[in-house]
Every structure is written in structure tokens, then in C-alpha cells.
């Protein structure tokens, strides 16, 4: 909570919130039932942990083109976008059909299949980078990145930027989403385990720099000469909000990476297909060593990949770091995502996404200022959020000044007004898919005035 919330805005926020709950809970009779069966027999009553989520985890029943329908029959706009991997809608036709073509013709040999060849070859015209491999997540890949630095330099150290996520193994698992009290001081984060269960001694070899912060970077490459094999980051945060980097930040992260015989990581999971078709990378036109994909990559269907710049892929292919895998580019992952970059991500597309990304920040906007709420609309390609701050949010430390008590009130109004956006407010952003249309959009925007109506300083006592 911020400490200059009025105690008038700090009782509304807490009734509206509550008022919502209820109603949440009340059109969901059989997910309250699920989740209660489930708990027998589901750690948590889950699939996930992240699927344990105030006041009670949804559960759906199926999807198509733009909206999902929970078990209760309840029909949402779905922003939500399976955390980002939902570019393609639900049940693309062109997915669809590549999956049962695949399925009928079998899913798994461990031997590599011709559509792994035309996805390796869209990847490097998209994102600029010659070779590549594929894994299942992109804990997998940014793992396989993180080996892969350390191998090709025979360093152990890595610098990680402070509230980035790269998945859950160890390396990465660092400072991911640290407390205030945990963070160590902003000039020199501290490397803070981001989960139990992981040794000391792998989070003392991850470093923290932080976004935006060239000086943070160089600071540590100075004070351990020699001894770091790389750097991996989001190059626009998305798991704090969206934080986009200041210009020439990653231009200036490459070449003190290097300067340092040091390699770069791009880690575009989340932003990959998603903010344009050749991601952060080409938007913002500086190339990083290596490239970790995922999420929306496979049309809906678990994939990763891994590119590299020759140099660097040549450690894999000489057999210098086995890059393995039983599942590593199975011919069903890959006739998924070959329908995806040739027949679903196309410029059409794009454009497409790009009108609805307009429309959804202009509509959000105009309710904002109507209300005098404080916030403000933050948008990268097909992803969205709103911050519930003033000014613009740079790095993890703003971040975490943020009142996430507002982000989850909106997702509360948004889905009672049958618009699922991600859980996990202020964390997480919408995703527009190829199958959203204008009226999708309208509906998100006239929810959020709802809210802010509710939520607005205008209505105060
Ligand atoms: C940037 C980023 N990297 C890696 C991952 C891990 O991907 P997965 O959940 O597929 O293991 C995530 C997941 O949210 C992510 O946001």
C-alpha cells in the first residue's frame, strides 16, 4: 500500500474489492466444487501454482477464437492468453489442422522431421539470428542459454536484472520478485533466492544489476574481472508491468557485455512473436549472442527455442555443450509452430493487432482521465497493461512501489464483466490474439470504466 492512501480510498478499495469477490464467487458454483474435489488429488487443487489465485481458481471448459467459457457456462473475452502463449486465439483453424494432420501421422520419434528445418529457417529471417535448436519451455531454453554462456566462456558467474523472469531453475531463481526488505540496496541489489529449495551456492553465482542502469552492469563486470560468462534479461520486462528499455540501453548492454568477453541473452519468451514478428530484437534492432523463445511460439502447443549467432551455436554443434532433449523438437511441437509462423503470425496480422492495440490504450486513456484515477496505459505489440502509478515505472524498485491492490480490483470488475485478463495483478499484461475483434476490445474498455468509476477519486466520499 502506498503511505499517502487516504483512509477514505483505503476502506473504498477494500469494500469494492470485496463487493467483487462475492459476485466472482457466486457465478462460479461448479469451479468452487472442482476445486474442492481437486484438492484430494492435485497438489493445492492445481496444475500449476500460479493457477492458485484469489478468490478461487477458474476453471474452464474450452476456448475458441477470441473467448474461453468456465465450467459454469460463464463466457469470457479471453486477454488472459494462457500467461501469453495464446497468440493464436483458441482453436486456430490453421493450428487445428496442422495438429490432427500431425497426430494421424504420429507425434513423437526422437528423430528429427523436415517442418524443423522451415521453422529454424523463419526464426533466422524473423529474428536475425543463424541457428537454432528447440526444447519443450522456456525454462528449458533460458536454462539451455544460461549453460550455454558458461560453457562457450568457462566462466560461472551471470549477471540477471533484478524483477525479471526467466522460469524456475536455479541459475534464474534469483531476485526475481524480492520484498523491499530482501531487495538489498537499490545501488547494489542483492542476490535474493526467488524460492526454497535452492543451494546458496548456485544463487551466490547469479548477480543483480538493474534495468535501465548501464553503471549497475559495469559495475559488476569491474568488480569481477574475468570471471562472468554472460548476462540474461527480458529485453522489455514483462513479468513487473511492461518496463521498456531507455534508448541505447541494450545496444549499451552489448557492447559492455562484450568489451568484457562476455555474451548477451535476450530472453523473448514473453515478448517473442508477441510485441512483432521478429520480437524485441528486431524492433529494437540490436542482436544479443542468444535468443530464448516460448509461450506463443507453438500456437498453443508446449515448444522452445534457442538461437544463436554462429559463433555461438557452433559450441553446440562441435559437441562442445550437448544441447539434449527426448521430446527436443517433436515432429507434433513443430508442425504446430510452422503453422504458426507461416500461416497464423503473418503481416496481416500484425497490422491487424496493431489497429486493436490503438484502440484499447486510446479507449483506456479517456477513462482514466475521466475518472482522475492514477494510472496509465502501457502497451508493447499485443500486450497491455494498465499501471496503477503516476509516472513512468523504469525499473524493478518502481515497480515495487505500485499498489497492487487496484490491479486485482480491475481483474475482479474485468471478469465478472466477462473479460478474463491474466490473474496475478500488477504483474501480468493482456495479450490481444489474431482472432480478437473491435467489439472484444470495446467490451475490455467499457469494463475498465466500470471500475474506474468505482475506484476514481471523482467518487470519494
Ligand atoms: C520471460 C520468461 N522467461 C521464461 C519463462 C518460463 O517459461 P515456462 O513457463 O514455459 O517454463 C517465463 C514464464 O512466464 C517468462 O515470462
Known sequence: MSTDMSADTDAK??????????????????????????RQYLAGGVTSSWQITAPQPVWLSHGRGSRVWDVDGNEYVDLHGGYGAALAGHAHPAIAKAITNQARNGTHFAQPTPDAITVARELARRFGLPSWRFANS?????MD??????????????????????????SVQVSVAPEEEDAGPREKPSSTPSSSGIPKAITDLTLIATFNDLDSVARLLDEHPGQIAGMILEPVMMNAGIIKPEPGYLAGLKQLLHDHDALLTFDEVKTGLTVGPGGVTQAENVQPDLITLAKSLGGGVSVAAIGGTGQTMEHVANGGYEMVGTFNGNPLAMAATRAMLTEVATPEAYQRIERLRQRA?????????????????????????VVFAAGAVTNYRGFLGVDDRYSHAHWLFQHNGGVFLPPWGKIEQWLIS????????????????VFARAAGPGTEG
Open 13 to 38: 478499495l477494500k469494500q469494492i474489492i470485496a463487493e467483487q469477490e462475492e459476485i466472482f464467487v457466486r457465478r462460479q458454483p461448479k469451479s468452487q466444487r472442482l476445486a474442492e474435489q481437486a
Open 138 to 142: 522456456g525454462t528449458e531454453a533460458t
Open 145 to 170: 542459454a544460461v549453460h550455454l554462456m558458461r560453457s562457450i566462456t568457462g566462466r560461472d558467474l551471470i549477471i540477471k536484472i533484478e524483477g525479471c523472469y526467466h522460469g524456475h531453475h536455479d
Open 361 to 385: 490504450a486510446t479507449g483506456i486513456e479517456q477513462a482514466i482521465k475521466t475518472s482522475n484515477l492514477t494510472a496509465h496505459v502501457v502497451t508493447a505489440g499485443a500486450k497491455g497493461c
Open 434 to 449: 489474431v482472432q480478437h475483434n473491435e467489439a472484444d476490445i470495446d467490451r475490455l474498455i467499457e469494463n475498465f470504466a
